[in-house]
Every structure is written in structure tokens, then in C-alpha cells.
T-cell receptor, first 108, second 116 residues
Framework: GQSLEQPSEVTAVEGAIVQINCTYQTSGFYGLSWYQQHDGGAPTFLSYNALDGLEETGRFSSFLSRSDSYGYLLLQELQMKDSASYFCAVNYGQNFVFGPGTRLSVLP | DGGITQSPKYLFRKEGQNVTLSCEQNLNHDAMYWYRQDPGQGLRLIYY???????QKGDIAEGYSVSREKKESFPLTVTSAQKNPTAFYLCASSKSRGTLAKNIQYFGAGTRLSVL
């Protein structure tokens, strides 16, 4: 079956670096994506890994290791506005499977 | 501006009633999706459509129905068979068609459905 796991909550202080992990028990997917969702809002795309390795987009980076069945999202120079839920997702062509999400709280 | 429009923002359903949630996109995307999100939970796929007049069931399709008569529109009907419909419903679209290229989903603002 398809299953992704994420920590339910992470807390960090402003200016810090935080890593949100995503482990999975699935295979044959095209890529791993990360989405941010603020309370009451719509998810927005952050980063995508089709191949193993690190993808960097500004303060956000994402990593994928298919051999280890995990990926992570790295957020640097945390800001208060980064407080949100973060979801990993794998896609099989046009079919997407999302993880349960990690709620990040950034403290002053 | 291009984007995805969902309406209404809030919807109330009476017991035994069917209700339809609207989703329109002007991004010229081929694929469209419906997700259900319960409080504090992830997104669960209800239905998706890769092209006009074709759609596939997701993980929780029971009690829901869709149509895709136009590329821009993908309405979701929550039928009376769905006994626990209270949730946040999100519509999304994406451009890629089964390739290894980056496949980004763009989401609408969502519809909150509650049962009276």
C-alpha cells in the first residue's frame, strides 16, 4: 500500500533551522513534493524532488533518498510567518498521495 | 489572473440532501482533483480527472460523484450516501500528464461543508 509518515508537531524559534522528515512505505512514484498550508487556507507548493539529492529554493530545501525511503524539508532562517502545516506528497503520474502533515510552530 | 475558484466558501447540508461544490480553473490544466481534509489531518483524494469526460476514483470516493464535461470545470456532488460529510473540501489542478517532469498542484481556497 501507500503510506507516508511525518512527525505531527515541530517547534522552533525564530531564526533557527528546522528539518521536517517524511518516511514512506511505497515505491514506483515519480517524485516527492512539499506543500505549506496556513490555518484555514489552501496548500501551496514549496519544493519537488524527482531525483535523489537536495533541491534548494530560497530559504527552503528538500531532500530525497529513495534507497532510504525518506525525504525531508529544511527551513532556514525561520520566520513567524512560517508557522503552518507542512505536507509531503508522492505522485504516481497524476495520482497524488499526501502525508498526514506536520504542524510547525515558530516561537519568538 | 489565472487560478482556481471554488464556491461556495461555506455550505450547509441537510440530512438526505445532495449538494454540489463548484471548482473552476483558468490555468488550462489537464488534470483536476478533489480532496477532503478533516481537522488536523492530511488530504485524502476523492476523485481525479486527467482529461475531459474521464475521471478515476481516489481513496474515499464512496458517497461522492463528479463530472468533467469541460476542461475548466470539475464539480463535486456530495450525495446523501455520504454519512459524514462535514469537512474542508479542496479542489486542485495540475499541468503535467504522467511524465517525470515536476508536477505541481495548484489549490483553490476550499469549501467548508457542514451538516445541519
Amino acid at each position: 500500500g501507500q503510506s507516508l509518515e511525518q512527525p505531527s508537531e515541530v517547534t522552533a524559534v525564530e531564526g533557527a533551522i528546522v528539518q521536517i522528515n517524511c518516511t514512506y512505505q511505497t515505491s514506483g512514484f515519480y517524485g516527492l513534493s512539499w506543500y505549506q498550508q496556513h490555518d484555514g487556507g489552501a496548500p501551496t507548493f514549496l519544493s519537488y524532488n524527482a531525483l535523489d539529492g537536495l533541491e534548494e529554493t530560497g530559504r527552503f530545501s528538500s531532500f530525497l533518498s529513495r534507497s532510504d525511503s525518506y525525504g525531508y524539508l529544511l527551513l532556514q532562517e525561520l520566520q513567524m510567518k512560517d508557522s503552518a502545516s507542512y505536507f509531503c506528497a508522492v505522485n504516481y503520474g497524476q495520482n497524488f498521495v499526501f502525508g498526514p502533515g506536520t504542524r510547525l510552530s515558530v516561537l519568538p | 489572473d489565472g487560478g482556481i475558484t471554488q464556491s461556495p466558501k461555506y455550505l450547509f447540508r441537510k440530512e438526505g440532501q445532495n449538494v454540489t461544490l463548484s471548482c473552476e480553473q483558468n490555468l488550462n490544466h489537464d488534470a483536476m482533483y478533489w480532496y477532503r481534509q478533516d481537522p488536523g489531518q492530511g488530504l485524502r483524494l476523492i476523485y481525479y480527472s486527467q482529461i475531459v469526460n474521464d475521471f478515476q476514483k481516489g481513496d474515499i470516493a464512496e458517497g461522492y460523484s463528479v463530472s468533467r464535461e469541460k476542461k475548466e470545470s470539475f464539480p463535486l456532488t456530495v450525495t446523501s450516501a455520504q454519512k459524514n460529510p462535514t469537512a474542508f473540501y479542496l479542489c486542485a489542478s495540475s499541468k503535467s500528464r504522467g511524465t517525470l517532469a515536476k508536477n505541481i498542484q495548484y489549490f483553490g481556497a476550499g469549501t467548508r461543508l457542514s451538516v445541519l
